[in-house]
């Protein structure tokens, strides 16, 4: 056949797709791309497998190292991220080709695709897609194609199933896990919201308003919200239409309907709609019928708790007198100029005036207000306050255990433990009951979670400290980083290079001056990696 027969027959059969589409009113674009073959490699994935390796650079490659320091797969890779639950992990080879390798480090799919993308759905349900010759498609977890790649756009959505754009318009739809229109293109966006009561709901946008279909295609709720969203506690959307605002069923239809500046919110404290504005709050059903409990005009915005069956509120017509609501919204006992919630300690703050105090739930005085600012009651039975323009620490009787000397302070209840800022910039830390640890003679402090640490700079170099005061490493870092995303490896920098720490501080991994290499070392301080014949010293 000649070259002008081959060319006339090509554009002959992409009319003939374009004419004879069925019902669609569009045609799949027809796209001669060469053939994409499988990317089956020797690998084989394990869920779970992978969760506590770590990705660290050397000489410009990616390998993965576990939490003892052993290298678990030497670097060999351009780009590298952490593993997915699934056990597969998303790495490049040295030209820069992505495919997946397994926790051992073997290619499960083979490097080839131009870029490639892992979605997780649920615990162990992982959805591969890779572009090639520009197009995307969907793998299996072998690395066998389950589509090939013709589509612009390709993200996974669960169950086997995805939203891909039609590469010709743009548009996307849903297509099964062989890549077969489910829902023909018609939307500008797809993707999975909510299964509700059995049923998926997939969020949909047409005409820039948003909707939801089924896995059929047909529409749940009509696109015809500006947002929507789903409030699970009410189990009801909360939606926008134009200048409406409200909340509608599963089918769209509409329960409460406002206008702005008013809008409505579930509240879950009080499992009620609350219909809010500057003036007033209104509260409904979850039927969508006004209760008959009197407006309040304004309720504190963190609602967090009503073990005490109290909330902050003033009543309408008296914006300036505060009290407090039990959950009818009835004013039980008022006469400040701001009220806020009570704190699971049982102390709420109140103001008079200028000055801030707190109230227990009777309505009794438990601080007099004397302060300018005033932090809620923290479990631990201390609040922060300010007296001035200086920060200190009070607890229930209203005693400063912390006087009030310092620029700024933070109290960290998880360390229990008190960290103040005073002139000069200098850093100190106190216990939780106010007794110094530290004066303040640090230029940083940082708590360091995951360790169960702290780390301060002092004099330029940092070190850690146990949380009874005492030094576990003392400063000679010049530089600490951000925990990666596992629990047990803290990055630095130490004498210019980058290191890895344990829990215990100490090193795991370092890049070795003498050697001009990464070395990993184990807790006798034996070099285990690289090993002998790629070392340049010993």
């Known amino acids: 056949m000649t070259l002008e027969k081959t060319f006339f027959t090509v554009f002959l059969l992409a009319v003939w797709a374009s004419i004879i589409w069925p019902g669609s009113g569009w045609a799949e674009e027809f796209i001669l791309i060469p053939d994409a073959p499988d990317l089956v490699g020797p690998g084989k994935a394990q869920a779970g497998e992978g969760a506590s390796l770590h990705y660290f650079q050397f000489n410009d490659l990616y390998g993965y190292i576990d939490g003892s320091g052993r290298i678990v797969i030497p670097p060999a890779f351009s780009k590298?991220?952490?593993?997915?639950?699934?056990?597969?992990?998303?790495?490049?080879?040295?030209?820069?080709?992505?495919?997946f390798i397994d926790a051992k480090g073997q290619w499960v799919v083979l490097p080839g695709l131009e870029e490639a993308g892992i979605s997780v759905s649920g615990e162990k349900d992982c959805g591969l897609v890779g572009r090639k010759y520009n197009r995307w498609g969907a793998l299996d977890l072998t690395g066998r194609w389950l589509f090939k790649p013709r589509f612009a756009e390709l993200s996974y959505l669960g169950r086997q199933q995805y939203a891909a754009a039609y590469a010709k318009e743009g548009l996307k739809g849903l297509l099964d896990s062989k890549g077969a229109w489910l829902v023909k293109p018609a939307f500008e966006s797809v993707y999975f919201s909510e299964t509700i009561g059995g049923?998926?709901?997939?969020?949909?946008?047409?005409?820039?308003?948003?909707?939801?279909?089924?896995?059929?295609?047909?529409?749940?709720?009509?696109?015809?919200?500006?947002?929507?969203?789903?409030?699970?506690?009410?189990?009801?959307?909360?939606?926008?239409?134009?200048?409406?605002?409200?909340?509608?069923?599963?089918?769209?239809?509409?329960?409460?309907?406002?206008?702005?500046?008013?809008?409505?919110?579930?509240?879950?404290?009080?499992?009620?709609?609350?219909?809010?504005?500057?003036?007033?709050?209104?509260?409904?059903?979850?039927?969508?019928?006004?209760?008959?409990?009197?407006?309040?005009?304004?309720?504190?915005?963190?609602?967090?708790?009503?073990?005490?069956?109290?909330?902050?509120?003033?009543?309408?017509?008296?914006?300036?007198?505060?009290?407090?609501?039990?959950?009818?919204?009835?004013?039980?006992?008022?006469?400040?100029?701001?009220?806020?919630?009570?704190?699971?300690?049982?102390?709420?703050?109140?103001?008079?005036?200028?000055?801030?105090?707190?109230?227990?739930?009777?309505?009794?005085?438990?601080?007099?207000?004397?302060?300018?600012?005033?932090?809620?009651?923290?479990?631990?039975?201390?609040?922060?306050?300010?007296?001035?323009?200086?920060?200190?620490v009070t607890n229930a009787k209203g005693t400063l255990i912390v006087k009030a000397n310092y620029k700024s302070l933070n109290i960290d209840d998880d360390f229990n433990l008190i960290f103040v800022s005073a002139a000069g910039d200098k850093n100190g830390i106190n216990r939780i009951n106010g007794s110094p640890l530290f004066e303040p003679v640090f230029d940083k402090t940082v708590t360091v979670r995951k360790m169960k640490r702290v780390a301060a700079q002092y004099q330029g170099k940092w070190g850690f400290l146990n949380l009874d005061g005492t030094w576990l490493i003392r400063p000679k870092f010049d530089e600490i980083m951000d925990f990666y995303s596992h629990d047990d490896m803290m990055p630095v920098i130490y004498r210019t290079k980058f290191a890895l720490l344990n829990n215990n501080a100490q090193f795991i991994a370092y890049n070795d001056v003498a050697c001009g290499q990464y070395v990993v070392r184990n807790g006798a301080d034996k070099i285990i990696w690289p090993p002998p014949a790629v070392r340049s010293c010993r």
Not at 85 to 98: M, Q, S, W
Not at 220 to 232: G, R
């Open 80 to 99: 590298a991220e952490n593993f997915h639950k699934c056990g597969l992990a998303r790495v490049a080879d040295r030209e820069g080709r992505y495919g």
């Open 199 to 392: 049923q998926d709901f997939i969020k949909v946008y047409k005409n820039k308003m948003s909707g939801f279909i089924d896995r059929a295609g047909s529409y749940l709720i009509n696109p015809v919200f500006d947002s929507i969203y789903w409030q699970s506690g009410a189990k009801l959307f909360s939606v926008s239409q134009g200048q409406d605002r409200g909340m509608v069923d599963l089918k769209g239809s509409w329960l409460i309907k406002t206008k702005d500046p008013v809008y409505v919110e579930y509240q879950s404290k009080f499992n009620e709609l609350w219909v809010r504005s500057d003036t007033s709050i209104v509260a409904y059903t979850l039927a969508g019928a006004r209760k008959r409990v009197p407006p309040r005009s304004d309720i504190w915005a963190y609602v967090n708790e009503l073990k005490y069956k109290l909330t902050s509120c003033s009543e309408v017509g008296r914006p300036s007198n505060w009290g407090f609501c039990n959950s009818d919204g009835r004013v039980v006992f008022q006469g400040f100029s701001r009220a806020y919630d009570f704190s699971d300690f049982g102390l709420a703050e109140i103001q008079k005036g200028s000055k801030c105090g707190y109230v227990d739930p009777k309505g009794r005085q438990a601080i007099t207000p004397r302060f300018d600012y005033c932090s809620r009651f923290r479990s631990s039975g201390v609040a922060e306050v300010r007296v001035g323009e200086l920060y200190g």
